[in-house]
């Protein structure tokens, strides 16, 4: 079985540890991350992005994934 792409979600992580990884990935890459620029990116409200850091997970799982693809996007477009 092949492995999945970063961006869809693993198993045994929540949406709150993956945003986490990506916070990482963006402060290493030299990108902002800031709530409201993490809520530009993916234009959401700022309290939203409050909410899923904090553990509540998005209420659909395809708002999760589209979520993690544009944040893969968005460090791919920078090249990193």
Do not use: C, N
């Amino acid at each position: 079985m092949s492995a999945p792409a970063p961006f869809l979600p693993a198993p045994a992580s929540s949406f709150a540890d993956q945003l986490a990884g990506y916070q990482r990935r963006f402060r290493a890459a030299g990108l902002p991350w800031s709530q409201p620029a993490l809520a530009d990116v993916l234009e959401v409200s700022p309290r939203l992005i409050f909410s899923w850091l904090k553990g509540t997970p998005p209420q659909h799982t395809i708002t999760a994934e589209g979520a993690l693809a544009r944040l893969e996007k968005t460090l791919a477009r920078h090249g990193k």
